[in-house]
């Protein structure tokens, strides 16, 4: 369900200002009789939700990390303690 939820605000957070910002852009082109402040203000909108989805994105990392980083301190990663460690071949001898 929590995947579900941060999926749906992904494209919230890409869709609202691009709609707010085409609706501004078309109702400013109709105040000042201009074809091109909808285009305009359409790519400002996708900046910004763009902004908003990198924005979102880092912040769902940082705490998946957090998480991570406390489970590990905690010693309830949950993971095999040898996926840490490089595999070393034993077959093979150390020359010196």
Do not use: H
């Amino acid at each position: 369900m929590k995947a579900l939820i941060t999926i749906t605000q992904f494209g919230i957070d890409m869709l609202v200002p691009i709609f707010l910002c085409s609706m501004a852009g078309r109702w400013l082109d109709g105040k000042f009789g201009t074809s091109w402040i909808f285009i305009l203000m359409f790519f400002v909108g996708a900046a910004a939700g763009a902004g908003n989805v990198y924005r979102l994105a880092r912040k769902l990392m940082n705490e998946s990390d957090t998480v991570r980083n406390r489970d590990l301190a905690a010693g309830a990663s949950g993971e095999d303690a040898a996926a840490d460690v490089p595999y070393e071949d034993p077959t093979e001898e150390d020359e010196e």
